[in-house]
């Protein structure tokens, strides 16, 4: 049901995140950043095709991120989100990670995961780096929650 991403499953991820982020929902990725970072996605399979996405990004120092959580409209509250999430959290912890921080504006959801609601700038500066590309900068609402594993 669930398997780590592979090339081919890289416009089909795009698609079903860019949607969503078009409603405001989540951030956009593009193209390069999702061939780039191909290695951190988990991908929900129905029918052969990709119907969720989660990523797993290591950040610094037993510090990692789950991002890009997805899942198309027609699947949801079908347990595939639950799924992908507890797929990069697991594999957080294979990899060391001592801590797993999300920015979301669905705090609600990752609260069910056991993630708390920090500030900020209570997370190391080095993430916030990747923030001067982002298309909502400096204009963000996303909230910040870690979760220690
Ligand atoms: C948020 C999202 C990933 C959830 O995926 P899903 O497959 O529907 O979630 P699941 O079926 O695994 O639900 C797991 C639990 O979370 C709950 N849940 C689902 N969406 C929720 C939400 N928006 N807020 C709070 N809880 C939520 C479900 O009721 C379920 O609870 P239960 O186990 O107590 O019954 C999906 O709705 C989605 O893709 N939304 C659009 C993109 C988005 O907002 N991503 C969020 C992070 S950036």
Not at 26 to 55: H, I, T
Not at 92 to 118: I, N, S
Request: glycine fraction near 4%.
């Amino acid at each position: 049901m669930i398997r780590k991403a592979r090339i081919e499953d890289i416009k089909q991820i795009q698609e079903m995140i860019n949607a969503f982020a078009k409603q405001d929902l989540m951030l956009p990725r593009s193209l390069n950043e999702l061939y780039e970072n191909l290695r951190d996605f988990w991908v929900a399979e129905d029918k052969k095709k990709v119907v969720g996405c989660a990523a797993l990004h290591i950040s610094w120092d037993n510090l990692a991120e789950v991002k890009s959580v997805a899942v198309a409209r027609n699947q949801q509250k079908k347990g595939f989100g639950r799924i992908l999430v507890s797929a990069c959290l697991n594999e957080a912890k294979e990899m060391g990670a001592k801590k797993v921080f999300v920015l979301t504006y669905k705090p609600e959801y990752f609260k069910k995961f056991g993630f708390k609601r920090v500030k900020h700038a209570d997370l190391p500066h080095k993430i916030w780096a990747e923030c001067i590309n982002c298309c909502k900068f400096p204009n963000c609402q996303e909230i910040a929650l870690l979760k220690t594993l």
